[in-house]
Protein backbone atom coordinates (compact mmCIF):
# COMPACT_ATOMS: atom_id res chain seq x y z
CA UNK A 1 0.00 0.00 0.00
CA UNK A 2 1.09 3.31 -0.28
CA UNK A 3 1.81 5.47 2.18
CA UNK A 4 0.70 8.96 2.62
CA UNK A 5 1.63 12.23 5.42
CA UNK A 6 -0.65 15.36 5.84
CA UNK A 7 0.93 18.10 6.23
CA UNK A 8 -0.54 21.45 7.44
CA UNK A 9 0.90 24.32 6.43
CA UNK A 10 0.16 28.65 7.28
CA UNK A 11 0.97 30.32 4.50
CA UNK A 12 1.09 33.92 5.47
CA UNK A 13 1.50 37.46 3.10
CA UNK A 14 3.92 40.76 4.70
CA UNK A 15 2.09 43.18 2.26
CA UNK A 16 2.32 46.69 3.32
CA UNK A 17 -1.12 48.11 4.17
CA UNK A 18 -3.13 50.13 1.65
CA UNK A 19 -5.29 52.94 2.58
CA UNK A 20 -8.19 53.53 0.43
CA UNK A 21 -10.12 55.97 2.43
CA UNK A 22 -9.73 58.55 5.91
CA UNK A 23 -13.35 59.42 7.20
CA UNK A 24 -13.57 62.20 8.38
CA UNK A 25 -10.99 63.59 5.45
CA UNK A 26 -11.20 66.86 7.19
CA UNK A 27 -11.24 68.59 10.91
CA UNK A 28 -10.78 71.90 12.21
CA UNK A 29 -7.67 73.39 14.10
CA UNK A 30 -7.63 72.72 17.47
CA UNK A 31 -10.30 69.96 18.03
CA UNK A 32 -10.04 66.72 18.37
CA UNK A 33 -10.96 64.09 15.67
CA UNK A 34 -11.60 60.47 15.51
CA UNK A 35 -10.54 59.13 12.14
CA UNK A 36 -11.42 55.77 10.53
CA UNK A 37 -9.08 54.56 8.24
CA UNK A 38 -10.36 51.99 5.44
CA UNK A 39 -8.00 50.05 3.20
CA UNK A 40 -6.61 46.52 3.33
CA UNK A 41 -3.23 44.70 4.97
CA UNK A 42 -3.78 46.38 8.17
CA UNK A 43 -2.35 44.55 11.06
CA UNK A 44 -3.56 44.29 15.18
CA UNK A 45 -1.15 46.86 16.67
CA UNK A 46 -0.95 49.19 13.90
CA UNK A 47 -0.01 52.73 14.32
CA UNK A 48 -1.54 55.62 12.65
CA UNK A 49 0.33 58.93 12.26
CA UNK A 50 -0.90 62.56 10.58
CA UNK A 51 2.26 64.04 8.48
CA UNK A 52 3.06 66.96 6.62
CA UNK A 53 6.68 68.04 5.77
CA UNK A 54 7.12 70.00 9.46
CA UNK A 55 5.09 67.54 12.06
CA UNK A 56 3.90 64.12 12.62
CA UNK A 57 0.93 63.27 15.11
CA UNK A 58 0.09 59.94 16.49
CA UNK A 59 -2.93 58.68 16.95
CA UNK A 60 -4.16 57.24 20.51
CA UNK A 61 -6.78 55.05 21.47
CA UNK A 62 -5.88 53.19 17.96
CA UNK A 63 -8.30 50.41 16.94
CA UNK A 64 -8.51 47.38 15.00
CA UNK A 65 -11.78 46.09 13.39
CA UNK A 66 -10.49 44.40 11.02
CA UNK A 67 -7.80 43.68 8.11
CA UNK A 68 -9.66 46.65 6.20
CA UNK A 69 -10.46 48.89 9.19
CA UNK A 70 -8.45 50.92 12.01
CA UNK A 71 -8.96 54.04 13.52
CA UNK A 72 -7.49 56.24 16.14
CA UNK A 73 -7.79 59.83 17.53
CA UNK A 74 -5.74 62.71 17.01
CA UNK A 75 -5.43 66.15 19.34
CA UNK A 76 -5.48 68.94 16.58
CA UNK A 77 -4.47 71.80 19.15
CA UNK A 78 -1.75 73.76 18.46
CA UNK A 79 -1.83 71.80 14.94
CA UNK A 80 -1.53 74.23 11.45
CA UNK A 81 -3.53 74.20 8.95
CA UNK A 82 -3.24 72.24 5.82
CA UNK A 83 -2.45 69.31 4.14
CA UNK A 84 -1.34 66.15 6.01
CA UNK A 85 -0.71 62.80 4.68
CA UNK A 86 -2.09 59.70 6.47
CA UNK A 87 0.13 56.66 7.39
CA UNK A 88 -0.30 53.43 9.22
CA UNK A 89 2.67 51.07 10.28
CA UNK A 90 1.98 48.05 10.37
CA UNK A 91 4.16 45.91 13.56
CA UNK A 92 6.35 44.30 11.19
CA UNK A 93 7.43 47.89 10.16
CA UNK A 94 5.59 47.95 6.54
CA UNK A 95 3.74 51.30 5.78
CA UNK A 96 0.86 52.55 4.01
CA UNK A 97 0.53 56.15 2.92
CA UNK A 98 -2.38 58.06 1.84
CA UNK A 99 -0.60 61.31 0.34
CA UNK A 100 -2.81 64.52 1.50
CA UNK A 101 -5.35 62.24 3.00
CA UNK A 102 -6.58 64.72 5.44
CA UNK A 103 -6.88 68.48 6.07
CA UNK A 104 -6.39 70.75 8.68
CA UNK A 105 -9.14 73.42 8.23
CA UNK A 106 -7.74 76.81 9.35
CA UNK A 107 -9.56 78.33 12.00
CA UNK A 108 -10.10 82.32 12.31
CA UNK A 109 -7.36 83.60 14.91
CA UNK A 110 -8.83 84.14 18.25
CA UNK A 111 -7.01 87.21 20.20
CA UNK A 112 -7.49 86.44 23.89
CA UNK A 113 -4.98 89.18 25.40
CA UNK A 114 -2.54 91.63 24.54
CA UNK A 115 0.35 94.19 26.47
CA UNK A 116 -0.46 97.87 26.70
CA UNK A 117 1.39 100.02 25.37
CA UNK A 118 2.30 103.62 26.69
CA UNK A 119 5.02 105.67 25.21
CA UNK A 120 5.66 108.74 23.12
CA UNK A 121 3.97 109.33 19.15
CA UNK A 122 5.90 108.42 16.76
CA UNK A 123 8.34 105.71 18.74
CA UNK A 124 9.01 102.30 17.83
CA UNK A 125 7.54 99.65 20.57
CA UNK A 126 6.78 96.06 20.64
CA UNK A 127 3.27 94.08 21.11
CA UNK A 128 2.57 90.72 22.60
CA UNK A 129 -0.60 89.60 21.67
CA UNK A 130 -1.99 85.86 23.08
CA UNK A 131 -4.85 83.95 21.44
CA UNK A 132 -5.45 80.72 19.31
CA UNK A 133 -4.75 79.68 15.70
CA UNK A 134 -2.08 82.19 14.96
CA UNK A 135 -0.73 80.87 11.69
CA UNK A 136 2.49 81.55 10.61
CA UNK A 137 2.70 84.72 8.33
CA UNK A 138 -0.14 86.63 10.43
CA UNK A 139 -0.81 89.88 10.20
CA UNK A 140 -1.18 92.35 13.61
CA UNK A 141 -3.41 95.67 12.74
CA UNK A 142 -4.41 98.28 15.47
CA UNK A 143 -7.52 100.19 15.02
CA UNK A 144 -8.88 103.15 16.03
CA UNK A 145 -11.82 104.51 14.12
CA UNK A 146 -10.63 105.43 10.36
CA UNK A 147 -6.81 105.27 11.99
CA UNK A 148 -5.01 102.15 11.24
CA UNK A 149 -1.28 101.00 12.48
CA UNK A 150 0.00 97.62 10.24
CA UNK A 151 2.44 95.76 12.82
CA UNK A 152 5.88 94.56 11.18
CA UNK A 153 8.31 91.34 11.94
CA UNK A 154 5.62 89.39 13.36
CA UNK A 155 7.03 86.64 15.04
CA UNK A 156 4.34 83.90 15.77
CA UNK A 157 4.68 81.18 18.36
CA UNK A 158 4.80 77.61 17.28
CA UNK A 159 1.32 76.64 18.51
CA UNK A 160 -0.16 79.45 17.01
CA UNK A 161 -1.28 80.67 20.70
CA UNK A 162 0.56 84.29 20.50
CA UNK A 163 2.19 86.20 18.36
CA UNK A 164 5.10 89.32 19.03
CA UNK A 165 5.26 92.54 16.67
CA UNK A 166 6.77 95.61 16.14
CA UNK A 167 4.94 99.07 15.60
CA UNK A 168 5.45 102.73 15.74
CA UNK A 169 3.09 105.00 17.79
CA UNK A 170 1.78 107.13 14.72
CA UNK A 171 -1.47 107.58 16.19
CA UNK A 172 -3.67 109.07 18.07
CA UNK A 173 -3.86 108.39 22.00
CA UNK A 174 -6.21 105.88 23.23
CA UNK A 175 -8.19 102.40 22.74
CA UNK A 176 -7.45 100.38 19.25
CA UNK A 177 -8.63 97.59 18.72
CA UNK A 178 -6.64 94.39 18.05
CA UNK A 179 -7.11 92.29 14.90
CA UNK A 180 -4.92 89.43 13.26
CA UNK A 181 -5.33 87.91 10.04
CA UNK A 182 -4.16 84.56 9.17
CA UNK A 183 -2.30 84.60 5.59
Not at 57 to 76: M, N, R, V, Y
Not at 79 to 85: D, F, H, L, M, N
Not at 105 to 112: K, M, Y
Amino acid sequence: GALSNSLAEDVAYDNPPIITSVLPDQADQGAPVALTVSGSDFLAGAEIELVSPTLTIQATGEWFGHSTLIGGDFDLAGVPAGQYSVKVINPTGLVGTLVNGFEVLPVAPLVTGGSRICGLENETYEIRVTGEFFDAGAQLTLIQGSHVIDASAEVVHPNGIGLVATINLAGPIGRYDVRVTDP
